[in-house]
């Protein structure tokens, strides 16, 4: 696999897709004005995933280029990418038939759509350890780099799946509020977890002292900053963070205030792509990787 910035998109869509549809089946559950925007979610979950799917194929070279290579990622079973590959097949194959039944106005077994989420759940989760499988690299800490990446994938798709509500069934919106404060306490999540990352690679001893350091260096200070500082930093934490309290005090109700919320989603989106990029290249940029 070449580790650069496409690796990043198969990150990210594969963990927003995976929270997109624990998110999907809780208000289609939960909130029964909602089981509309509950099955267009979960449609929306499954093709973000395939999306990620695609594009690490690609990355892989893998696919139509080398098809033999899919053999040996279902049959390495001391490989993280192997097990990644079947949590992800398992879920795809799982919200397909669960979309196929409610497309057909059947009822879908809850205890299906609980296996899903088991396995979205996994599947977020799995691309944080795809990282951190490689414990030569300081910023992809096998510790932290998971939890951030899980979090990171629940704000994000928690502000997926307010869109998808919002344009499904817009009249429910008030039905919507779990979303909100998912966004906030999982956005106060990467915030912390991602210092914990950036200190910990800092803070590398050893052989691996001057790759922590340099690496911690470019995101904070140098090449990867203003992607930091903007992309991550502001648009990802301080926007949800601020926006849901701006939210609550002044339009919690209004028309003005579902602006505000669509505009923190899609700030929401932007920072959790950011973060992935910003974390993969960062440590390829300095020769981490070889």
């Not at 903007?230 to 339009?251: D, F, S």
Request: aromatic share 10%; hydrophobic share 60%.
């Amino acid at each position: 696999m070449a580790w650069d910035g496409i690796v990043a998109v198969d990150l990210f869509m594969a963990g927003l897709g995976a929270w997109v549809y624990i998110y999907a089946v809780y208000l289609g559950h939960g909130k029964p004005g909602l089981a509309k925007a509950g099955f267009v979610g979960s449609i929306v979950a499954w093709i973000c995933v395939l999306i990620g799917v695609m594009t690490l194929m690609v990355d892989a070279k893998a696919g139509l280029l080398h098809p033999t290579r899919l053999f040996g990622l279902l049959t390495n079973f001391g490989s993280v990418m192997t097990w990644g590959v079947m949590f992800i097949s398992a879920f795809m194959l799982i919200v397909l038939v669960d979309v196929v039944l409610r497309w057909r106005k059947k009822e879908s077994p809850l205890g299906l759509q609980v296996a899903g989420c088991i396995f979205a759940f996994c599947v977020s989760a799995y691309t944080g350890m795809l990282l951190s499988a490689s414990v030569a690299v300081p910023l992809w800490n096998r510790a932290v780099l998971p939890l951030l990446f899980i979090a990171s994938a629940a704000c994000t798709g928690a502000a997926a799946m307010y869109l998808v509500v919002r344009f499904a069934e817009k009249d429910e919106l008030g039905e919507a509020g779990a979303l909100h404060k998912a966004m906030f306490w999982t956005a106060v999540c990467v915030a912390v977890l991602t210092t914990m990352l950036l200190v910990v690679a800092n803070g590398a001893t050893g052989q691996m002292q001057h790759a922590g350091t340099s690496a911690v260096a470019s995101i904070v200070s140098g090449s990867f900053a203003p992607l930091f500082w903007v992309g991550i930093v502001a648009l990802g934490m301080v926007v949800p963070i601020v926006g849901e309290g701006t939210r609550v005090l002044k339009a919690r109700t209004s028309a003005e205030g579902t602006a505000l919320v669509m505009a923190q989603c899609v700030s929401v989106l932007i920072g959790g792509f950011c973060l992935r990029y910003a974390i993969v290249c960062a440590a390829v940029s300095i020769g981490m990787l070889w």
